[in-house]
């Protein structure tokens, strides 16, 4: 057969693989008893999907009815047809699943505003308007701090919300608090803007009244938050400011405790230690137990985490920063755990050291409609592993492609004579129907963090450009997580090399193959993938013929003054990092300068499209202007997408379809395709 065409308007297949909805959450609710005996539990899935039309990410839900007998499923299948979700912010079924709680977002006369709904069944009970309330700030909706959660009996709703703020007037003004119109409030960072102070709030649904809960420290906090047993206090994450926030998304190494806050006396006590990073609180079936993940405060911000309980009354180790919402087994003796195991991403069950209403159903999704969902009985301890797993729904496969792990050793003079002997993964990707002899193009995508890992699962980006024809390897270098903590910790002090060699060496050795045009190499990377494309151009200036960097980390030495993570300059560079060595020594920069891709900017020859974030606090989009205005002096054909209302991850609908559209162009042009 023919190779598949390289399209040079490859909007169709855009569109096309633009359908396939991303699972954002899974819910299995409480076991029913049909009045005729037989037992069923619903399923509650939500769906974003982008809308190239609107321009936006749709949000939608589809309901599942399993039946079953407590040890099998006897049948599994959707009940009803898809609802898209409008303004829901917040949304959580009751324990008993008569009720249901959503936070909603409305624009009343141009004003947004925010109701707290209670549903009973079929209708709505409850509508509370918490702006007109104006006892706090705008509610936290995100992952971080966000949650929305029923008491044991039923009678209050606890979530997190912004601390209200006095009226700042200005000085010419006749009212309070003048002079502090435009004092700086400090936020938790890239995705966490204007989120600065969380308090703890509470609803009385019966009385309607809304208060928010004392006797939580100034210097703290709170969120991640759940009632205690008998609903007597609350327990919840706080983390330090000291002396200043540093930013949260993707960052849970900083130090925070597990707290609890007594209701009836306002105390609140520490549960966990002040010198680690906690998050992911979960309260066992019964009542007794509470785990959470912890690891270490600062070093990489990505690391092998431990298992922890807190009692109220070979495998490469833990890699997650959120447990799942109901990861306890029904007996309060096992919990369970989704992470990155090597290249590939496995549930995986750790047993706790007494019997409950709750179901062992396990519920076992794909991000993605083309990915199985399925759900199964949890089996006796021990026996994990042989989970009968059932399918919801049919997916639709994605025929067109082959893909294979590929293991690689470093050669002996890359070895890492600290952390020796470790080797690292890539997943290759590439069309099927390749006529024998054909060599494809090749584009090489290193993954951002550097502590991160790609697992073998679909992604649109790279569906596209396997569907347009073009082979990709995505490579997880040393340092990814997933293969050790000793592979984390091998790459501090290295960027800029070892990762730049695990990725030259992954991409010379599959272009031994013989299935790919060694002339035709792309690189592509996003934030610390960035930072590699730049530094591989740079290292490798005849070898990649074009490259693609999104919000790239150009210099450390520039950014440790504007990113809201300094730590991570720091640390990835090899230093230390405390809030007591902020102002750092000439000779600290210049050791950050040394490992950026600025060193090697004079040495690229390579065409270079840049996509920036107007609204990145993570690496600011001054670290791909700095190397913009360097190409354009060197004279090395270098062009730049700026996206207006996004932050770091180019994620809203028009920056990450027009991003493609100009990424497969350009490639396109620069591999003369």
Request: overall charge negative; some cysteine; proline content about 5%.
């Amino acid at each position: 057969t023919d190779p598949p065409p390289l399209l040079h308007d490859p909007e169709t297949l855009y569109r096309e693989q633009s359908q396939f909805p991303s699972l954002s959450r899974a819910d299995v609710g409480p076991v029913i008893t049909s009045q005729y005996g037989g037992k069923y539990s619903n399923i509650s899935t939500e769906w974003t999907q982008r809308d190239l039309e609107r321009n936006e990410n749709v949000k939608f839900c589809r309901q599942y009815i399993l039946f079953h007998d407590d040890k099998s499923i006897v049948y599994s299948g959707p009940s009803g047809n898809c609802t898209e979700i409008k303004g829901e912010l917040l949304s959580q079924d009751s324990p008993s699943g008569d009720m249901k709680a959503v936070v909603r977002a409305c624009t009343i006369k141009g004003e947004e505003k925010q109701f707290l709904e209670i549903w009973h069944k079929n209708s709505k009970i409850k509508s509370l308007n918490l702006t007109a309330l104006k006892k706090h700030g705008k509610v936290y909706e995100d992952d971080q701090f966000g949650c929305l959660v029923w008491s044991h009996s039923e009678t209050h709703l606890l979530y997190v919300a912004e601390k209200k703020r006095p009226k700042a007037e200005s000085y010419f003004e006749v009212r309070d608090h003048l002079g502090d119109q435009f004092v700086f409030y400090e936020d938790w960072g890239e995705a966490l803007i204007s989120k600065s102070t969380p308090v703890l709030c509470v609803l009385d649904i019966e009385g309607n009244n809304v208060s928010v809960l004392e006797g939580i420290p100034d210097n703290i906090s709170p969120g991640q938050a759940f009632w205690a047993p008998n609903d007597t206090g609350v327990v919840f994450v706080g983390w330090w400011h000291e002396p200043f926030r540093l930013g949260l998304k993707y960052c849970p190494n900083r130090r925070s405790s597990l707290f609890y806050v007594d209701l009836t006396g306002g105390k609140c006590e520490q549960l966990s230690s002040d010198s680690a990073a906690v998050c992911s609180p979960r309260l066992s079936p019964d009542l007794c137990r509470i785990v959470y993940l912890e690891c270490g405060v600062y070093g990489p911000h990505q690391q092998c985490s431990k298992l922890c309980m807190v009692r109220l009354y070979g495998f490469t180790g833990i890699y997650s920063s959120m447990l799942p919402h109901q990861c306890w087994s029904a007996d309060s003796q096992r919990v369970l755990v989704s992470c990155a195991q090597r290249s590939r991403k496995v549930f995986n069950s750790s047993r706790c050291l007494g019997d409950s209403h709750h179901s062992n159903l396990c519920l076992g999704v794909g991000h993605h409609s083309n990915c199985l969902n399925r759900v199964g009985f949890l089996p006796a301890s021990g026996s994990e592993s042989e989970v009968a797993w059932v399918t919801l729904e049919e997916a639709q496969k994605q025929a067109e492609f082959d893909w294979q792990i590929l293991t690689f050793t470093p050669p002996s003079e890359e070895d890492n004579s600290q952390y020796p002997g470790l080797d690292f993964d890539a997943i290759l990707l590439k069309p099927k129907g390749v006529k024998e002899g054909t060599k494809l193009p090749l584009i090489v995508t290193p993954h951002g963090g550097p502590h991160s890992v790609f697992v073998a699962e679909w992604f649109l980006s790279q569906a596209v450009l396997c569907r347009m024809g073009f082979g990709v390897l995505q490579v997880n270098y040393r340092g990814s997580i997933g293969y050790g903590q000793d592979s984390i910790l091998s790459l501090p002090g290295n960027v800029g090399t070892q990762d730049v060699k695990d990725v030259q060496f992954a991409v010379e050795s599959v272009l031994k193959q013989g299935d790919f045009n060694r002339e035709k190499v792309a690189i592509s990377g996003g934030s610390h993938g960035g930072f590699l494309a730049c530094h591989l151009i740079g290292q490798y200036p005849d070898f990649y013929k074009v490259c693609i960097a999104r919000n790239p980390v150009i210099n450390l030495a520039s950014m440790v003054g504007s990113t809201d993570i300094p730590d991570w300059c720091m640390v990835e560079a090899g230093f230390d990092y405390n809030t007591n060595n902020a102002l750092m020594s000439p000779a600290i920069l210049e050791q950050m300068l040394n490992k950026s891709p600025i060193k090697f900017v004079t040495q690229v020859k390579t065409p270079v499209l840049l996509t920036l974030g107007e609204d990145d606090k993570r690496v600011p989009n001054k670290q791909g202007i700095e190397y913009y205005r360097s190409l354009k002096a060197l004279q090395v054909p270098v062009r730049l997408l700026w996206y207006p209302e996004n932050n770091h991850s180019l994620s809203k609908v028009d920056a990450e379809s027009d991003g493609f559209m100009n990424i497969a162009l350009w490639i396109i042009q620069h591999l003369a395709l």
